[in-house]
């Protein structure tokens, strides 16, 4: 049988950027309701500078960044997630630490070299109005996500959300294994420890595109999400970037109700999020070229300048939205935005459209539409000759051999780097690797397999000490 030990070897590169407090909490978007007030809420990170009509040159000028890294000037931003109780009535979740921006550096076949995001870039990914995952549940393997329905742009955008439900009492569910948002009564049963909300986004460059209306149409997914091959007439690989944001739904236990999304989506399969590229261009280049710690930590890259992870950072608001009651308890959504739980879409704003900040009319209350179960599953190790599916648990290299080892139950795997094949023996297969962030720890581990023989398998995994102070800071809640 085999059994799986832990060795160090060097792995695909990427780094996450702690954002733990936001920046704001406001109706505002300037991608898709530019110089005016948005449709629905967003949870916004990064960049003092960003505002309902905000531009590289304004999130550069920005005094600040609610992200960890100083050089950092983007801008990112979700939807907001809200719970409304059986008499109607709307609170905001807690959010808990923030969001977690990881930049994955997977080059095209046949290269070793990314390019970094472009000044004035910015791009939205996942569609606000989609009410419903209409492929198989769970996902088919990936080796047939090269026929169709499955080789198109549509199902790799709704592939690349995730919801996954924490309980860090148990071995983690893959990242992007749940496409919709599991209904009340899952989340109260399972997700003792909230529900984490994943977003890829494309990472396939037309290389001519900067600035277009929709946001959307100068890239691409590559063929598996976050890895593969990218479409034609899209040659240039950008770093993937893969926001994750946690919500205490489990706050509400035992309540009667339901939560919904800003933008009035119950069935989370309108979650997206949007990204304004905020570093100077030469420096995001060497961070791309440089940073290349298999680690993830920002603190192995001497290039970075680290705050605080406390620090504060707020963008300043319009008058219009001063005063705009954006947590709650409320009548309805902020904005007056209407739930619309599908199957058909919804009609809320989207880049490019003629739509305003003004959201439509609300309909009449829809009749309620079933939610998809999909029931917990753990994730599973895959071959290093595999690249990544959602489902797949992970972790990263191991940077010092004078770790202490420990055993641990791993959390679920924000995102996968994989391994390189292995080199010093023909005996060894080396599983593909990833950052895990558990409930109380960060691990860093590397699963190898050799062939010997046993009666049982032996798993070991690695804690990594001096690294509670990030989970501990990404469990701390605000809000602003």
């Not at 996954?164 to 997700?191: I, Q, V």
């Amino acid at each position: 049988m085999a059994a799986f030990l832990c060795l160090l070897t060097p792995t695909a590169a990427f780094w996450r950027m702690p954002c733990r407090t936001r920046s704001g909490l406001a109706r505002i978007d300037p991608l898709v309701s530019n110089g005016t007030v948005a449709q629905h809420v967003h949870a916004i990170h990064g960049s003092s500078g960003f505002s309902i009509d905000a531009g590289f040159d304004e999130l550069i000028a920005g005094s600040c960044t609610s992200c960890q890294v100083t050089q950092d000037k983007s801008s990112y931003w979700t939807p907001a997630l809200y719970f409304q109780d059986a008499s109607g009535k709307m609170n905001l979740v807690d959010q808990v630490g923030g969001m977690l921006a990881y930049y994955l550096l997977y080059p095209n076949a046949g290269s070793t070299s990314l390019s970094a995001f472009p000044a004035n870039f910015h791009m939205i990914a996942g569609n606000t109005n989609y009410r419903n995952f209409s492929y198989p549940v769970p996902d088919i393997q990936k080796s047939l996500w090269y026929e169709a329905p499955y080789n198109t742009q549509t199902f790799l955008e709704q592939a690349a959300v995730g919801f996954n439900c924490l309980n860090y009492g148990k071995t983690p569910e893959g990242s992007l294994y749940r496409h919709f948002m599991p209904d009340k009564a899952y989340l109260d049963a399972n997700c003792v420890d909230g529900i984490r909300l994943e977003l890829m986004f494309p990472s396939c460059w037309d290389g001519k595109s900067f600035d277009i209306k929709d946001q959307k149409e100068h890239v691409a997914y590559p063929s598996q999400v976050m890895t593969g091959e990218c479409p034609a007439g899209f040659p240039i690989r950008l770093p993937s970037l893969f926001y994750e944001t946690i919500w205490n739904t489990f706050a509400f236990a035992g309540k009667s109700g339901q939560f919904v999304l800003s933008n009035g989506d119950p069935t989370g399969c309108g979650y997206h999020g949007d990204f304004m590229m905020g570093w100077d261009p030469a420096f995001l280049q060497d961070a791309v070229d440089q940073c290349t710690n298999p680690s993830g930590q920002i603190e192995d890259c001497p290039l970075f300048h680290i705050q605080a992870e406390d620090s504060n950072c707020n963008i300043d608001l319009p008058s219009a939205l001063v005063s705009e009651d954006v947590i709650g308890p409320m009548d309805s959504l902020p904005g007056n935005v209407p739930i619309v739980s599908g199957p058909g879409p919804a009609s809320g704003a989207t880049a490019g459209s003629p739509a305003t900040g003004v959201p439509p009319a609300p309909p009449s209350p829809p009749a309620a539409i079933p939610i998809p179960t999909l029931s917990y599953s753990a994730g599973q190790s895959l071959a290093s000759a595999d690249s990544y599916i959602p489902g797949g648990i992970f972790a990263v290299s191991i940077p010092s051999t004078s770790d202490t080892s420990t055993t641990s139950t791993p959390s679920a795997p924000p995102a996968v780097t994989p391994a390189p094949a292995p080199t010093t023996s023909n005996t060894e297969s080396f599983f593909s690797t990833q950052y895990i962030t558990s409930g109380h720890a960060v691990l860093e581990i590397l699963w190898v397999q050799e062939i010997v023989t046993v009666t049982e398998p032996l798993t070991t995994t690695v804690l990594v000490p001096g690294r509670k102070r990030h989970i501990n800071h990404h469990l701390h809640q605000n809000v602003h």
